[in-house]
């Protein structure tokens, strides 16, 4: 699946999302009178131009086989279209698709809109649509993973696409709303080459959004494309300009002045000054995020599983909670805590972690304990590396608690900033971990469904599965799982993996944080939940 992407999860729907409000244990005095919402009112005016701040910087590419990271997700969803819609609440609905069908367990037949112009003015049709989807089909394709059961995509229409599959897939059609189903011009991108996606190369899509230009270290400007099919998502500002602004006090100066106009995945070290700024505000919503510390390696410190347990018992959850994030995330002891799962599901996966041994949000004296005993184990592993992403300052901030908890239990853990490049970088290629032992990452799922990303984690030749777990147990029942119809069913399968995960600490997760997004009094419109990450958000974006 993805990289910064996989390694995440949370929250479900905005119908649940008011009684989460009420239920998460906010401090109120951080949170005021703000509740979950999933999008802010709707925009009523036009904009002659946005100024937009992207979450992890400049995009390493703006191919969307290869995007794996908030920054190119938000910009290649605002360019490019995909097969289905993922809304505000994280339902889906169509999109380049019109409707679907599947006559049987092992096949889809997508059936498109005819009404559909790239940039160009030429018409989609199914030859695009199949050249995009094979593309995905590369090993090396970020989304490759949803496209494992694919035994063959073709055109059986002008706009009539089928795919069959070597075995029931309950994930495929879902994915196809995040950019596994993005459709690019199949004859441009074969002219491009490898230049598809680069500041050079461009890209051809049917989004509302053309690419203008981008400036590599400076901005991407985007254009309305006047002639979208779609009227909800017709572009209300002429254009955007998206900048790179990474480092926390920059970004919290240039919004507070209004010099940029708005931002998601707002640093949590902004919200005191952003709280108070009378330029704009703040909303709080739905996010399908967790914030975890991650092993890099099959070998040293990161790869010895008491030393993980050991971490996972000494870190105080509530406390960055509560100062690290402002209140704006709750405490999870767990890889999936219970938002990652539909309503359906949900009580399945509560009696399965409620019987797992679990660390405390606050350690107690006897996790302190037991975490030092762990330690004292293995006398020639007492000291790592942490990686953070430089100049994200709740990442510096939650690694000093972290840092600090691992000194009370025997470890020196060393905290180390890598630019933003090389951070997200480090997720795909394993050069960039040399040196490194742990990594603290806000991972995210694409949709609210467990094996959107844990497959990711588990399996033994996983993108993220850094510290080499392999339990054929837990790998046949999260294959069976997928092939599995029935929710309830898949579920208990997936919670019968899960026991063999959580036993081996694969990741040391920390918390389920919101959505923050800010944005300046004169505008209004903005999806506030994750789902803005992989619907055309920007779109929507207009003034009061």
């Not at 036993?503 to 923050?516: D, I, M």
């Given at each position: 699946?993805?990289?910064l992407r996989?390694?995440?999860?949370a929250?479900?729907a905005f119908?649940?999302?008011?009684?989460?409000a009420?239920?998460?244990?906010l401090p109120r005095?951080e949170?005021g009178?703000?509740?979950?919402r999933s999008?802010?009112?709707?925009?009523?005016?036009?904009?002659?131009s946005?100024v937009?701040?992207?979450?992890?910087g400049?995009?390493?590419?703006?191919?969307?086989?290869?995007?794996?990271?908030?920054s190119?997700?938000?910009?290649?969803s605002?360019?490019?279209d995909?097969?289905l819609?993922?809304?505000?609440?994280?339902s889906?609905?169509?999109?380049l698709?019109?409707s679907?069908?599947?006559?049987d367990a092992?096949?889809l037949?997508l059936?498109?809109?005819?009404?559909v112009?790239?940039?160009d003015g030429t018409?989609?049709t199914?030859?695009?649509?199949v050249?995009?989807l094979k593309?995905?089909?590369d090993?090396n394709?970020?989304?490759?993973?949803?496209?494992?059961?694919v035994?063959?995509?073709?055109?059986?229409?002008?706009?009539t696409?089928?795919v069959?599959?070597?075995?029931?897939d309950?994930?495929?059609?879902?994915e196809?709303?995040t950019?596994?189903?993005?459709?690019v011009?199949?004859?441009?991108?074969?002219r491009?080459g490898?230049?598809?996606?680069?500041?050079?190369g461009?890209v051809?899509?049917?989004?509302?959004?053309?690419?203008a230009?981008?400036t590599?270290d400076?901005?991407?400007e985007l254009?309305a494309n006047?002639?979208y099919w779609?009227?909800?998502y017709?572009a209300h500002?002429?254009?955007?300009?998206?900048?790179f602004v990474t480092?926390?006090t920059?970004?919290?100066?240039?919004l507070?002045?209004?010099?940029?106009d708005?931002?998601?995945?707002v640093p949590?070290?902004?919200?005191?000054t952003?709280?108070g700024s009378?330029?704009?505000?703040?909303?709080?919503?739905?996010?399908?995020?967790?914030v975890?510390?991650?092993?890099?390696?099959?070998k040293?410190i990161?790869?010895?599983l008491d030393i993980?347990?050991?971490?996972s018992?000494?870190v105080?959850r509530?406390?960055?909670a509560?100062t690290?994030?402002?209140?704006a995330a709750t405490?999870?002891?767990?890889?999936?805590?219970v938002?990652?799962?539909?309503?359906?599901?949900?009580?399945?996966?509560?009696?399965?972690?409620?019987?797992l041994?679990?660390?405390?949000p606050?350690p107690?004296a006897?996790?302190?304990r037991?975490?030092?005993?762990?330690?004292?184990k293995?006398p020639?592993?007492r000291s790592g590396?942490?990686?953070?992403?430089?100049?994200?300052?709740?990442?510096i901030n939650a690694a000093a608690v972290i840092?600090?908890?691992a000194?009370?239990?025997?470890i020196?853990?060393t905290?180390?900033?890598l630019?933003?490049?090389?951070?997200s970088s480090?997720f795909?290629?394993?050069t960039?971990?040399?040196?490194l032992?742990f990594?603290?990452?806000?991972?995210?799922?694409?949709?609210?469904?467990?094996?959107d990303?844990?497959?990711?984690l588990?399996?033994?030749?996983?993108m993220?599965n850094?510290a080499?777990f392999?339990?054929p147990a837990?790998?046949a029942a999260l294959t069976?799982?997928?092939?599995?119809?029935?929710?309830r069913?898949?579920?208990?399968l997936?919670?019968d993996a899960?026991r063999?995960w959580?036993?081996?600490t694969?990741?040391v997760p920390?918390?389920?944080?919101y959505?923050?997004?800010?944005?300046?009094?004169?505008i209004?419109g903005?999806t506030?939940s994750?789902?803005?990450?992989?619907?055309?958000?920007?779109a929507l974006?207009?003034?009061r």
């Amino acid at each position: 699946m993805t990289a910064l992407r996989r390694l995440l999860l949370a929250v479900l729907a905005f119908a649940w999302a008011g009684s989460l409000a009420g239920c998460t244990g906010l401090p109120r005095a951080e949170l005021g009178s703000a509740t979950l919402r999933s999008t802010s009112d709707e925009a009523t005016g036009r904009l002659d131009s946005l100024v937009w701040d992207l979450p992890a910087g400049e995009p390493t590419t703006l191919d969307y086989q290869q995007a794996g990271d908030s920054s190119p997700y938000l910009v290649v969803s605002n360019l490019c279209d995909s097969l289905l819609r993922l809304n505000p609440d994280f339902s889906t609905s169509p999109a380049l698709a019109r409707s679907w069908d599947q006559p049987d367990a092992r096949t889809l037949v997508l059936h498109l809109r005819d009404d559909v112009r790239f940039w160009d003015g030429t018409a989609l049709t199914s030859a695009d649509v199949v050249y995009s989807l094979k593309r995905q089909l590369d090993p090396n394709a970020v989304a490759s993973s949803f496209f494992v059961n694919v035994k063959s995509i073709e055109a059986t229409g002008t706009h009539t696409v089928t795919v069959r599959f070597t075995r029931p897939d309950e994930l495929f059609l879902k994915e196809l709303a995040t950019t596994a189903g993005t459709v690019v011009q199949a004859r441009y991108a074969r002219r491009a080459g490898r230049k598809f996606g680069t500041a050079a190369g461009g890209v051809m899509c049917s989004g509302p959004f053309e690419l203008a230009a981008w400036t590599s270290d400076a901005s991407i400007e985007l254009k309305a494309n006047p002639r979208y099919w779609d009227a909800r998502y017709r572009a209300h500002a002429r254009k955007v300009t998206l900048l790179f602004v990474t480092d926390t006090t920059a970004l919290t100066q240039t919004l507070a002045s209004g010099a940029v106009d708005g931002a998601y995945d707002v640093p949590n070290a902004a919200l005191p000054t952003l709280k108070g700024s009378v330029a704009g505000q703040l909303y709080y919503g739905p996010s399908l995020k967790s914030v975890q510390v991650a092993p890099l390696q099959e070998k040293g410190i990161s790869a010895e599983l008491d030393i993980r347990r050991a971490l996972s018992l000494a870190v105080d959850r509530t406390q960055l909670a509560d100062t690290v994030y402002r209140g704006a995330a709750t405490p999870s002891t767990t890889v999936l805590p219970v938002t990652g799962w539909d309503p359906e599901t949900r009580s399945v996966y509560r009696k399965a972690a409620a019987a797992l041994p679990l660390a405390h949000p606050t350690p107690t004296a006897a996790d302190l304990r037991t975490a030092r005993a762990l330690v004292a184990k293995h006398p020639a592993l007492r000291s790592g590396t942490l990686a953070v992403a430089a100049g994200n300052q709740d990442q510096i901030n939650a690694a000093a608690v972290i840092q600090q908890a691992a000194r009370s239990i025997g470890i020196t853990l060393t905290i180390r900033q890598l630019p933003a490049l090389q951070f997200s970088s480090m997720f795909y290629d394993p050069t960039y971990r040399r040196g490194l032992d742990f990594v603290l990452a806000e991972a995210f799922l694409d949709i609210p469904d467990p094996l959107d990303w844990i497959p990711n984690l588990v399996l033994p030749d996983a993108m993220f599965n850094w510290a080499g777990f392999d339990d054929p147990a837990a790998t046949a029942a999260l294959t069976t799982a997928q092939q599995t119809l029935d929710p309830r069913r898949r579920a208990a399968l997936i919670t019968d993996a899960q026991r063999r995960w959580e036993a081996r600490t694969l990741a040391v997760p920390l918390l389920s944080p919101y959505e923050v997004t800010y944005m300046n009094k004169r505008i209004t419109g903005a999806t506030t939940s994750f789902a803005q990450t992989f619907a055309p958000s920007l779109a929507l974006i207009g003034s009061r």
